[in-house]
């Protein structure tokens, strides 16, 4: 369908384009920007005015629940969600049920996804078989079956000797490599932050030593085998400091956060709030602070939401007996337009952390991006509106954020894959 | 945030910790109790106070000491009291804690006394009968995990009071196993609260939690720097599951470093107290020649837990 967005104020962070105008769509593809191309006619036209167009968001780690999980969320369900976040690429950790180890789960839930037919799923591969850590997955073979990296998501390798094969024979086909800086044993038994409110409400710490001493184990390793590495989830000023130092010694490694630890801190835990208790743990003020202030000046490469829904029965517990996690695929662009807002970064700058900065974590070059010739995902969204966290709002499954009850900016009002609207949200 | 214990009036409708709750009311339950501890020296040790209410004592970890003073202060208030281990019922056969009080509720329950390992239990607890607009029932911490043990804290500064007549002058020190202790978190926020003007906290690295001064106390290793001319010594117990491995060598070198010997206590002001909240470790936390001496008033702590227990009952059932 040819499709005419008008009046549109078109952002495409990679091309760091930030203008009102038109942007015209045909065959699933952007067609042109400004003025529509030769013998255009378009069969829809969407009128954009007051709205961003930008590419639909790109979220380097959200769980589906599929398989294994089902009675927590589904493909669709999430799916519903992704929509209505305006994300339309997501990246999916391997810790399912069974981990993404052996080729055909991983082109199962390609092909379940694409049936679907709304975001764009790519898959993180289990970087050991069942994540267990102690036998090497078929690299070659899962990425074959669409994994664009390998993760042991928040399931540590023990032994070191495991992790620096696995990284070395990721290295020889330069597949990425995402690992989550968490110490098994120094993070073991621990359900918050080792400070001053976990030491108040009696939670058993997980101490910053126990993501500085991964980061330390895991760069080590990276520039001895040359493995490309990315780190996920980073909680602490300390862990940003040694990424830091790092790079300044040539070395090639990226990084991102999520919306729950750009936004949030220890502190939040209130009385025992178990929305709060999340993977790695929320750190304390200072930390979320060194957060900020990385992804805005670049440090950070991607902000996510790392959704992982969690069913009631799982929150409904005592704090260190919940299940840890939070939903956040609704949130992303809100907490992304909040963030942008409170650091005063022009929208174009913060857009680029969940589209064009992202993309290039995952590897996607057909979006991401507004070129013409690249894929028409699109996110449509009013930076006026705003809306409120609510259980009954949310589209997943997982009513669980420790964000409910807040009013956030941003209301996405359509949502476009491959050139087709797959969310609109007219009534409102 | 809105404290989860007191009502819109500012009032009591739980208690869960002691950590910030105001001195006015640590000093009301510390008023209350005073009269109860006559109740117990009557030939008919009851008082109707409670007649015709039903306490749940829900202990999903063991407890006999703390369960059997609960019950027995709201006996004496003439409550109906039912005793239920969860460790041995419903939780073993997988029912969620949130069922188990449900069904409790169906049962007319007044007040729930709330003994669990977890630590912040007791609010999930109250936060749901908040949700369920049940605040005709009163929850009672009995001890979770390494978070809170309300009632222990206010016995502690009912014996401290009795003893010492005021707060406004004392040093104080709270020795051992603080990392994994609800008692001494307690303890601490009640005397920060109550205004002593100097609390320490002494034991070794690996027992003393992360950032512990924020909490208000100095923090010290040397037990004999420690107990310097201090009016008040607070013993902790030392599990069994602490004493070898990780966190200490040995049960010997902790009685050696930071056991309270009579030596040691002779540091401390002459007429200094020694408490204890039981059960004890003779020769591990604790000489034998202290805990029997003439400083301490560790059975006295007992007696007075059956008094503050009550005024903490009546308190919120009124």
């Known amino acids: 369908m040819n499709i005419k967005i008008a009046n549109g104020r078109v952002i495409d962070p990679a091309n760091e384009l930030d203008q009102v105008q038109d942007l015209y769509v045909a065959g699933g593809k952007i067609a042109a920007l400004g003025a529509a191309p030769q013998g255009f006619s378009a069969e829809r036209v969407i009128d954009a005015q007051g709205l961003v167009v930008c590419p639909g968001l790109i979220d380097v780690a959200a769980r589906l629940r599929e398989p294994g999980f089902e009675y927590r969320a589904t493909l669709e369900s999430e799916m519903d969600a992704a929509m209505a976040g305006g994300v339309t690429s997501l990246a999916i950790p391997p810790d399912t049920d069974p981990p993404l180890d052996e080729p055909g789960l991983v082109e199962m839930l390609c092909h379940r996804a694409k049936k679907l037919n709304r975001a764009h799923v790519y898959p993180v591969g289990a ?62 038994g621990g359900f918050a932050h080792d400070g001053e409110v976990a030491t108040r409400l009696g939670l058993p710490g997980i101490p910053t030593a126990a993501e500085t001493v991964a980061l330390y184990t895991y760069l080590q390793l990276a520039k001895v085998t040359g493995a490309r590495l990315h780190i996920t989830r980073l909680s602490s000023a300390e862990g940003l400091g040694l990424i830091e130092q790092a790079r300044a010694e040539g070395m090639d490694v990226t990084c991102d956060v999520s919306i729950n630890h750009l936004h949030l801190s220890d502190m939040d835990i209130g009385y025992f709030d178990s929305n709060c208790h999340l993977v790695p743990p929320l750190r304390s003020q200072r930390d979320r602070e060194a957060l900020r202030a990385g992804l805005r000046d670049g440090r950070i490469d991607a902000l996510c939401s790392d959704h992982t829904p969690v069913d009631d029965d799982g929150k409904q517990t005592p704090f260190s007996e919940s299940e840890p996690g939070a939903t956040g695929l609704e949130l992303l662009l809100p907490l992304t337009l909040k963030w942008a807002d409170e650091v ?42 705003t809306i409120q966290v609510s259980r009954r709002g949310l589209r997943s499954q997982g009513k669980n954020t420790p964000f409910l009850g807040l009013e956030l900016p941003g209301r996405v009002r359509y949502t476009l894959v491959e050139g087709q609207v797959m969310f609109g949200d007219e009534a409102a | 945030m809105h404290n989860p214990q007191l009502n819109k009036h500012g009032e009591l409708q739980h208690l869960l910790t002691l950590d910030g709750l105001p001195r006015e009311i640590l000093n009301a339950i510390l008023d209350t109790a005073a009269p109860f501890t006559e109740v117990a020296e009557r030939e008919v040790k009851k008082v109707p106070l409670l007649r015709g209410k039903s306490i749940f004592n829900l202990f999903f970890e063991n407890s006999t000491r703390t369960r059997t003073t609960f019950e027995i202060a709201a006996k004496r208030l003439s409550a109906d009291v039912v005793n239920l281990n969860i460790s041995t019922s419903s939780a073993a056969k997988g029912e969620s804690l949130l069922d188990t009080v449900d069904n409790l509720c169906a049962m007319q329950a007044d007040m729930f006394v709330v003994r669990h390992a977890a630590s912040g239990a007791p609010f999930l607890i109250a936060r749901h009968l908040q949700e369920q607009d049940r605040d005709d029932i009163h929850v009672i911490n009995a001890g979770d995990g390494r978070h809170a043990h309300p009632t222990q804290g206010l016995l502690d500064m009912y014996t401290i ?10 040093t104080v020190a709270i020795v051992g196993d603080v990392l994994h202790s609800r008692v001494a978190r307690s303890q601490i926020s009640a005397l920060t609260t109550l205004g002593v003007p100097e609390v320490r906290v002494i034991g070794p690295k690996t027992l003393l939690p992360t950032d512990v001064e924020r909490m208000g106390v100095r923090v010290f290793h040397d037990m004999r720097e420690g107990l310097r001319d201090v009016d008040v010594v607070m013993m902790l117990r030392l599990q069994n599951e602490r004493m070898s491995g990780a966190l200490l060598p040995s049960p010997q070198e902790f009685y050696k470093v930071w056991g309270l010997t009579a030596d040691k206590l002779a540091l401390a002001r002459p007429d200094a107290i020694v408490m204890h909240p039981g059960p004890m470790n003779r020769g591990v936390e604790i000489d034998s020649a202290v805990a029997d001496g003439a400083q301490a008033v560790i059975l006295p702590q007992v007696t007075f837990g059956i008094a503050v227990r009550m005024a903490v009952m009546s308190m919120l059932a009124s």
């Not at chain 1, 042991?152 to 597949?175: E, K, S, W």
């Not at chain 1, 589209?355 to 996110?379: E, F, N, Q, Y």
Request: aromatic fraction near 8%.
């Open chain 1, 344 to 385: 005063r970064i022009p929208l174009v700058r913060a857009l680029a952390k969940v589209t064009s900065d992202a993309a290039r974590l995952v590897g996607i070059t057909k979006a991401g991006h507004l070129a013409p010739g690249a894929r028409a995902d699109l996110c449509l969204f009013d930076p006026e509106a």
């Open chain 2, 161 to 170: 009071r009795h003893f010492k007549g005021d707060f406004t002058g004392l």
């Open chain 1, 127 to 188: 970087l050991t078989l069942g994540l267990k850590g102690e036998r090497l997955s078929e690299m070659a073979e899962l990425v074959d079956s669409g994994c664009v990296a390998f993760s042991q998501a928040n399931v540590p390798i023990v032994d070191n000797a495991v992790l620096m094969r696995a990284m070395q024979y990721a290295a020889t086909f330069g597949f990425r490599v995402w690992l989550q800086p968490l110490a098994p044993f120094l993070s073991r």
